[in-house]
C-alpha cells in the first residue's frame, strides 16, 4: 500500500486538461497519475544528486506507479477563475485563469491499495516529494509527502458509474484521467505506430516532427514538453491512456452554486428534442437519422457510463426473449414541410437513472459526413405529457401509415402481409385490428408518396430483411390503441413501420 498527501498552501490548484485551451477555464480534477509522473521527472531533473538517484532508478520507480491506477480522496474544491488583459502590441487579450479553489488545511489523498515498493524507491519517493514545489502551472503550489498509514475513506476511484441500489440515483459523474503506459505497453504501442507510421508515407518535414516526439524510451517519452507534442498533432500523449474515473457529484462546484438540492426522478418512458441545423434531414430519410440518433445515444453513453455498462434499453442487445420491443424506439418527427425538426426516444419499459443522466447530456447528432444537428430537450415524461404536441404518442382506434411498414417475415400461403401485422399486433398487447386497408400512397406534405419514395435500408450489414419495397396501410382496432406509439415491422425502432392516428381520440 502507497498513500501520498498533498496539500495546497496558496488554496489553489491552477492545471488545464489535455486538449482544451486555457481560456476554455477548464480544471483537470483531481491531478491525475501523468502529471505527477512527470512532476516528479521535473523535480528529479532540477533538485536531485544524480549519482545518488541515477536515471535507473528513477525509471524504476515511475514504472512502479505505473502498473496501477491511484485512488483518490479528493477535498472540498469551488471551480473558480480571474480575469485579466494580456496586452500585446495591436490590442489587449482577456486571459481567463481558472482554478480549483480548495482549503490549504485540505488533504488531497492520492492511494495505491495494493502497491508496494522497495525500501530504495521508497528513498527516492520521499526526496522527490520533499523538494515538489508545485503541480499543474507554477502558481499551484504544494507539499507533498508520503503517510505511513492512512485509513479514510476514498471517493474518486477507476470504473463505471455507481448507482446506489436502494434509491436508484447516481451517485458519482464520470471524469477521464491520464495515467502512463507502462514501459511494456509503450514497447507495444511504439512498435505498432512506428510500422503503421512508414507505411503512410508522409512528407519528410511532418515525419520529422513527429518522430522528434516519438522516443523510442519509456523514460524519454514520459519526459516530453506538452507543447512540443502539440506542434507534432499528437492528440493525446502518447506515453499514456485513458482512465475513466467517477468522482463525487459536483466534486469540483461552481462557486456561483450552492450545494446539489437532491429531486426525485419521477417514471418516465419518453423523451423529445428538438432539432436544430441546415439543412434538416427530410421526413423520407428517416431511418438514417435514427440510426444517427442512436449511434448519438450510444456515444454519450460510453463516455457517461463506461464501455461495459451501456443500458440494454437503450442500445437493445442483451435483451430477454420476453422483451417483447419494450427497448427504445428512435422516432423522428417531421414539420409541414417534410423536414425532420423533432425526434421522440420512447422506452415502453421506462427510463431509469443511468438512462436519465445520457439523455438529458445529449447535445448533439452527426452523419458519416460530419453534419452535425443540435438537440434541445424539451421534456422528459410519461407518454401522456406528451399528447398535445406530437400525433405520435396520441391514442385512437384507426391509423394510417406515417412510413412505409416493411413485413418483417417471408410471406406464405395463408400469411400475406395483413397476417403478418395482425400476428404482431397479438404479440404487442394491441387491440384486434378489424380492418386492416392497403393504401396506393400517402399525402402527409400535400404530395403524394410512395413506399420507393423512402429509404427503407439499415445502415448495419447482415441484417435478414424479408420486405425491401414496403407498403402503407391504414388500420382499424376493435378499441382505442393505449400503447403507443404504433410502430410495427422491419426496422420499427428506427421510424419504419410508424403509423399515426386519423381520428381526434386523445
Given amino acids: 500500500m502507497l498513500t501520498l498527501s498533498l496539500t495546497f498552501p496558496g488554496g489553489r490548484y491552477h492545471a488545464t486538461s489535455w486538449g482544451r485551451h486555457v481560456n476554455e477555464a477548464d480544471v483537470a480534477w483531481p491531478p491525475d497519475l501523468w502529471r505527477i509522473s512527470r512532476a516528479l521527472i521535473a523535480a528529479w531533473h532540477r533538485k536531485l544528486d544524480r549519482q545518488r538517484f541515477p536515471r535507473e532508478m528513477l525509471e524504476e520507480l515511475l514504472a512502479e506507479l505505473a502498473k496501477q491506477a491511484p485512488h483518490y480522496r479528493l477535498p472540498e474544491a469551488v471551480h473558480a477563475h480571474t480575469r485579466h488583459y494580456m496586452p500585446n502590441r495591436q490590442k489587449s487579450t482577456l486571459i481567463f485563469d481558472a482554478f480549483a479553489r480548495v482549503s490549504s488545511d485540505d488533504e488531497l489523498i492520492v492511494h495505491w491499495p495494493e502497491l508496494v515498493l522497495a525500501d530504495d524507491q521508497l528513498v527516492l519517493l520521499d526526496e522527490l516529494l520533499s523538494v515538489l514545489g508545485y503541480l499543474g502551472r507554477a502558481e499551484s503550489w504544494i507539499e507533498a509527502k508520503r503517510l505511513l498509514e ?11 458509474t455507481v448507482i446506489d441500489p436502494e434509491t436508484g440515483e447516481i451517485s458519482s459523474e464520470p471524469v477521464h484521467l491520464y495515467v502512463p503506459l507502462t514501459p511494456s505497453e509503450y514497447t507495444n504501442f511504439y512498435r505498432h505506430f ?132 419494450r427497448h427504445a424506439f428512435y422516432l423522428p418527427e417531421s414539420n409541414p414541410q417534410g423536414l425532420i425538426d423533432h425526434a421522440v426516444i420512447h422506452i415502453p419499459a421506462g427510463i431509469d437513472a443511468s438512462m436519465r443522466q445520457v439523455l438529458e447530456q445529449l447535445k448533439t447528432v452527426k ?16 407518454q401522456e405529457d406528451f399528447i398535445t404536441v406530437t400525433p405520435l404518442l396520441k391514442t385512437a382506434a384507426v391509423w394510417q401509415s406515417l412510413t412505409p411498414y416493411l413485413h418483417p417475415w417471408h410471406c406464405k400461403k395463408n400469411f400475406d402481409v395483413s397476417a403478418q401485422i395482425r400476428r404482431e399486433c397479438r404479440e404487442r398487447n394491441l387491440p384486434e385490428p378489424i380492418e386492416i386497408q392497403a393504401l396506393p400512397f400517402i399525402k402527409p406534405y400535400g404530395r403524394e408518396l410512395r413506399p420507393i419514395d423512402f429509404h427503407r435500408f439499415r445502415n448495419k450489414k447482415g441484417l435478414t430483411q424479408p420486405d425491401t419495397r414496403g407498403s402503407f396501410w391504414q388500420i382499424t382496432f376493435a378499441q382505442t390503441v393505449e400503447e403507443v406509439p404504433v410502430a410495427l415491422g422491419f426496422g420499427c425502432h428506427f421510424g419504419l413501420g410508424l403509423f399515426e392516428p386519423c381520428d381526434t381520440g386523445v
Fill in 194 to 325: 512506428h510500422q503503421g507510421l512508414e507505411a503512410r508515407r508522409l512528407p519528410k518535414k511532418e515525419l520529422a516532427q513527429i518522430n522528434a516526439t516519438l522516443k523510442q524510451n519509456w523514460l524519454d517519452a514520459l519526459s516530453l514538453d506538452t507543447a512540443d507534442l502539440q506542434a507534432a498533432g499528437w492528440s493525446a500523449p502518447p506515453s499514456a491512456k485513458k482512465q475513466l474515473y467517477q468522482r463525487p457529484v459536483q466534486a469540483l462546484r461552481s462557486s456561483v452554486a450552492g450545494r446539489p438540492k437532491s429531486r426525485p426522478i419521477l417514471p418516465s418512458t419518453t423523451v423529445r428534442y428538438a432539432i436544430y441545423g441546415k439543412p434538416l434531414m427530410r421526413n423520407v430519410d428517416g431511418i438514417r437519422f435514427a440510426e444517427h440518433l442512436r449511434r448519438a445515444v450510444m456515444g454519450k453513453a460510453k463516455r457517461l457510463l463506461g464501455e461495459n455498462a451501456l443500458p440494454p434499453l437503450l442500445s437493445g442487445h442483451g435483451l430477454s426473449p420476453e422483451n417483447r420491443h
Fill in 367 to 382: 452523419n458519416f459526413d460530419g453534419q452535425e444537428w443540435q438537440l434541445i430537450l424539451e421534456h422528459i415524461g410519461k
Fill in 150 to 160: 492512512w485509513n479514510g475513506e476514498l471517493n474518486c476511484r477507476p470504473g463505471e
